[in-house]
DNA sequence: AATAGTAGTAACCTGTAGGTAACCAGTATT
DNA sequence: AATACTGGTTACCTACAGGTTACTACTATT
């Protein structure tokens, strides 16, 4: 495989821009096989507004890797799951995960902050 | 393997800290097996000015996944070549790649322009 | 009639990754 | 004597990801 270098048309590249961001690993690992109200992702995630875990959600739903799901029951609620597509992330999530762990667990300790 | 929802402790968070950015991961492939001078590097990318490129590798110097060796020759130069930490995120990077292949090849060509 | 929980929006602000352009000292080429 | 290449540094700028705060309409609880 070729990589070309320029960061447009990189494929490692693209797959950052999903994953890549502060919160989607962590709220897409959160969901997990389980199909979560936005209010118990809030909890899950207490460091996230809820501007912003509403605007991830959007984001993800837009790239398919999750399914949002509307019950107009008496109260009404909003699910999310993962899709086929985003179930498939968890792995690479995990070995990224992995890496880091083993790689870096001090190093980055204060680099990070 | 439990994940605490916070991005500073996250170690998936913590591995994009270093593979996240821009141009990491296609300095670290342009580099490969190799022993890459400064200027050769900055051929391989054109879209990259010296300032960036100077400032990425040593980001990655620090990160230790790469080695920068000086040669006080008659003409001096600067080689860089990966660690052994550097080497061990190539095979990940190949996995970020296809799964950005297959699952979002166009999907996301207008999404990051 | 007041408070809390639902799932968000709207307006505004800030930090920083990344970009631009100019410059450096030393050597080699023309 | 002028220009180009080496491997960078410095100062400055900008776009945008992410953060803060307040607000909405609806229902349920006390």
Known sequence: MRYIANPYQCPVTRTMSIIGGKW???ILNCIGDKSLRFGKLNQLIPAISNKVLSGELKE???LALIERREF???LPRVEYRLTKSGQSLIPLLHELA???NTNL???L???IK
């Open 60 to 62: 993800l739903e837009d």
């Open 24 to 26: 989607k690993p962590i």
């Open 98 to 100: 992995n890496w880091g």
């Open 109 to 111: 300790e204060n680099a």
């Open 72 to 74: 107009n029951e008496l």
């Open 105 to 107: 667990a001090k190093k």
